[in-house]
Structures are given as C-alpha cells and as structure tokens.
C-alpha cells in the first residue's frame, strides 16, 4: 500500500497559514505612518504649569515646624511592664521510674518494621546496630520492646 501522500494537505495547510502569518506580521510593523501623529496629540500637555519657586521665609517656616521641641521629656525612656516578667523557656515534665537513662541509638541497613500493638521495633539488614550507652549490638534481625 502507497503512504506517499496521506497526510500531505495537512502540511500544505499549515505551510501556507504560516507563511500568511508572517508575510502579515512583517508587512504591518513597518507601515504604521499614524504612529509619531498618535504619540504626540495623546502626551503633549495644553496648559504649561508654571514652577513655583519657594522663598527663604516659606523654607524657614517649614524647618522650624519640622523640629522636635527640646524642652519636652523623652517619652521612649519610661519604664517597661513587660522586661519585669521573667519568661522561662523551658518546661518540666515527669520521668517514669522504668525509663531509660540514656538514649537509644539505632541503625538498618534493610528496614524497619514498627509494630504499634504489639509494641515492639523490628531492625532487618546485613548489619542491623542498636547502642545503648557503652552497649553497642550487630545482628542482621533486631527486635526490642518498647
């Protein structure tokens, strides 16, 4: 079977719709004559402001009641309600009397495999490490209670 000429519209279609497109675009960005008419009937300003120049006595005004008066008291040196309360940052909690004195530090090379209900940790690996204080344990399977 003869696939020559199966899809062949499509890429004329598109061919000539492209070169509509540019042959367009090309055309009309050099012809705008009404481009300089447009940009100086819209921006030109019809009244001219005149600039109004301020004198000696209007610029010392103006500096004197910029000024903070000195005979008033700094208002910012008061004393502060809020540096008397001591906040702690730390907090205090119960230890139980079968926690661990220590913690427990521990590494899988495979997983780990947490058993909520039955409350215990499962280490699974080629070298599996649990170290507790100077304990130090390497096994492939870990388990311990929590």
């Known amino acids: 079977m003869n696939n020559y000429n199966k899809g062949k519209a499509k890429y004329i279609?598109?061919?000539m719709v492209l070169a509509l497109f540019i042959t367009k675009t090309i055309g009309s960005t050099g012809s705008?004559?009404?481009l300089n008419r447009f940009y100086k009937t819209?921006?030109?300003d019809t009244i001219p402001t005149k600039v109004k120049r301020p004198s000696a006595q209007n610029i010392l005004r103006l500096s004197v009641k910029d000024t903070i008066p000195a005979n008033q008291?700094?208002?910012s040196k008061k004393n502060d309600s809020l540096h008397s309360v001591t906040v702690v940052d730390t907090f205090s909690f119960k230890v139980s009397k079968d926690s661990l004195?220590?913690?427990v530090v521990y590494h899988?090379?495979?997983?780990?495999v947490m058993d909520i209900p039955g409350?215990?940790?499962?280490?699974?690996g080629k070298e599996s490490k649990v170290k507790y204080t100077d304990n130090e344990l390497i096994?492939?399977?870990?388990?311990f209670d929590q």
Do not use: Q, R
């Not at 899988?108 to 780990?112: E, H």
């Open 13 to 15: 279609l598109a061919f």
């Open 32 to 34: 705008n004559v009404f």
């Open 42 to 44: 819209l921006t030109s």
């Open 73 to 75: 008291p700094d208002s």
């Open 101 to 103: 004195s220590a913690p």
């Open 108 to 112: 899988a090379d495979d997983s780990m």
């Open 119 to 124: 409350k215990k940790i499962l280490l699974y």
């Open 139 to 143: 096994a492939p399977g870990i388990e």
